[in-house]
């Protein structure tokens, strides 16, 4: 079936409001919704968001559009999801099974009728908000295989082939926003954890794209572009292209939608403890270190906190402190990333 110009046209005007980005301001969802149940002419439309935490499902935004009482529906589908299962809903929801992505689905379709009234979704939700005689049709909009949103509406007969093609021909620019909303959302906490993440690793870490260009580094790795810039230009190009880098960097894709291509080049020591240890002894030995700045300095190349190694020494964090500080003495430098740096590159 072939839509209208006039309702093509609607769509792309539907399409065109999704995708402006009003920061601060109101959700272009809730917008749009309304006038998308009116072309579709479902009885009512919803468009809720589940979550994961670590305490069970929650709802990270819900639209709902013709609804006698939204405030109802908000309140019963959350303290649904608050005890819900990973599969709810006749789908996984931590990860939708792919012939159940962007497609139009007519619940009543999916399930037989004794396992619909059975199901909690059907005591719990359909019948409290008096929609277990009407036919839930909804898509589930995913992004690759993350669910960003359970959409759809309710009515009493089952979906019409003109409602499930109008459904369909909006979900690509709902799943465009809906994603762009989600990484604004958690921009600033993705950053936190990618930050913490590369602090944690130990060794010179990067996240840079094919050009070169850096877009995160480490202490360690900033210690490391310092002294030897060009080498680790020419290692980390070297590296993208398939050939072997003089500083052997580890590199590992990062597959994002929308992006250039980057990797995560961490340094190795050709990756084994083996060769770390080597590393740690040849360092050691040239330094002169004690037996216990020794045990000091190979903690803190893998990456330990003070704590962390006073804790496996059983000794003080004070006297970590006091070792440490020895440690840059004899090797000239002033940080824990110059001194992983240093131990690393065998200098």
């Not at 009116?38 to 929650?58: D, I, K, Q, S």
């Amino acid at each position: 079936m072939t839509l209208s110009k006039t309702v093509l046209a609607k769509i792309r005007e539907l399409a065109a409001e999704l995708e402006i980005v009003r920061i601060g301001g109101p959700s272009a969802v809730q917008d749009v919704l309304g006038e998308i149940r009116r072309l579709t002419e479902l009885e009512t439309l919803l468009c809720a968001c589940p979550v994961e935490r670590t305490t069970g499902w929650a709802v990270e935004r819900l639209e709902a559009d013709n609804f006698p009482n939204p405030s109802a529906v908000r309140d019963t589908i959350v303290e649904f999801l608050e005890r819900a299962p990973r599969r709810f809903g006749w789908f996984d929801a931590s990860r939708p099974e792919p012939e159940q992505r962007n497609v139009v689905v007519d619940v009543r379709e999916l399930v037989p009728e004794p396992e619909l009234v059975e199901s909690r979704v059907y005591q719990e939700v359909l019948r409290p908000l008096r929609l277990h005689r009407h036919h839930p049709i909804r898509v589930l909009v995913c992004e690759g295989a993350s669910l960003l949103a359970w959409f759809g509406g309710f009515q009493p007969a089952p979906a019409t082939p003109v409602q499930r093609e109008l459904l369909l021909a909006i979900v690509p620019a709902l799943r465009r926003r809906l994603s762009i909303e989600r990484r604004i959302e958690t921009a600033s906490l993705t950053q936190a954890a990618l930050d913490a993440v590369l602090e944690r690793i130990g060794a010179p870490a990067f996240v840079v794209s094919a050009s070169g260009r850096i877009f995160e580094l480490n202490a360690q790795g900033k210690a490391l572009l310092e002294s030897q810039r060009a080498e680790v230009s020419a290692s980390l190009r070297a590296a993208a292209t398939g050939h072997p880098p003089a500083l052997a960097f580890e590199l590992t894709p990062l597959r994002m939608t929308g992006v250039d291509a980057l990797w995560l080049a961490i340094l190795r020591p050709r990756t084994s403890d083996a060769r770390m240890a080597q590393s740690i002894h040849v360092a050691a030995k040239r330094l002169g270190l004690t037996g216990r700045q020794r045990q000091v300095l190979e903690r803190v190349v893998r990456g330990d906190s003070n704590a962390a190694i006073a804790g496996a020494l059983r000794i003080s964090e004070r006297a970590v402190e006091q070792h440490l500080s020895a440690v840059f003495d004899r090797a000239a430098v002033d940080s824990r990333a110059a001194l992983v740096s240093l131990v690393l590159l065998g200098k």
